[in-house]
């Protein structure tokens, strides 16, 4: 005989309509708890990882537009428009995160603060400086990121 936890390492999807299937009748005697517990824990660890990831981005593309502006006009010119459209698309991004997740408002100070660690060597390996030409602190405030009007080449650095 199958048993739930069977289903669950054969095939996720089949056991994620099973479990559905219980639960809209009734049968919580029979859910795989367990295993329950462990997707309800995934799937809110995903949704914070989506965040970071899409700060990661929008950081990297900020700090480029950022050092370029200051340093390496032509690399802004060549590239400014591509990197402004990622800035855009990646803010889209995260405000439909946190529309579909408010609680996940509070962690993006926590969440920039790592995200800009990991945004500096990207940016300054995309650009060919060095990591120590990059603000070692990310120099503006999470409402200045997730602000669709902020551009750091437009005077927006602290």
Same mark, same amino acid.
């Given at each position: 005989?199958?048993? &739930?936890? @069977?289903?669950?390492?054969? @095939?996720?999807?089949?056991?994620? =309509?099973?479990?559905?299937?219980?639960?809209?009748?009734?049968?919580?005697?029979?859910?795989?708890?367990?295993?329950?517990?462990?997707?309800?824990?995934?799937?809110?660890?995903?949704?914070?990882?989506?965040?970071? &990831?899409?700060?990661?981005?929008?950081?990297?593309?900020?700090? /480029?537009?950022?050092?370029?502006? =200051?340093?390496?006009?032509?690399d802004l010119q060549r590239a400014g428009a591509g990197w402004h459209r990622t800035c855009r698309?990646? *803010?889209?991004?995260? %405000? /439909?995160? #946190? *529309?579909? &997740?408010?609680?996940? *408002? *509070?962690?993006?100070?926590?969440? #920039? $603060? @790592?995200?800009?660690?990991? %945004?500096?060597?990207?940016?300054?390996?995309?650009?060919?400086?060095?990591?120590?030409?990059?603000?070692? $602190?990310?120099?503006?405030?999470p409402e200045q990121v997730l602000d669709a009007a902020?551009?750091?080449?437009?005077?927006?650095?602290?």
């Amino acid at each position: 005989m199958r048993t &739930n936890a @069977d289903l669950y390492h054969q @095939d996720l999807y089949a056991w994620t =309509q099973e479990q559905t299937a219980l639960l809209q009748a009734g049968c919580f005697d029979r859910l795989d708890m367990p295993h329950l517990v462990e997707e309800l824990q995934l799937m809110g660890g995903s949704e914070r990882g989506e965040l970071a &990831n899409r700060l990661i981005v929008l950081l990297t593309h900020l700090l /480029k537009l950022y050092v370029a502006a =200051q340093h390496l006009p032509m690399d802004l010119q060549r590239a400014g428009a591509g990197w402004h459209r990622t800035c855009r698309t990646q *803010r889209l991004h995260i %405000a /439909k995160v #946190l *529309r579909r &997740n408010p609680s996940l *408002r *509070r962690t993006v100070p926590d969440e #920039l $603060a @790592d995200a800009y660690e990991i %945004a500096r060597v990207e940016a300054a390996g995309d650009l060919a400086i060095e990591e120590t030409a990059v603000l070692a $602190a990310c120099p503006w405030t999470p409402e200045q990121v997730l602000d669709a009007a902020f551009w750091p080449e437009e005077g927006g650095a602290v």
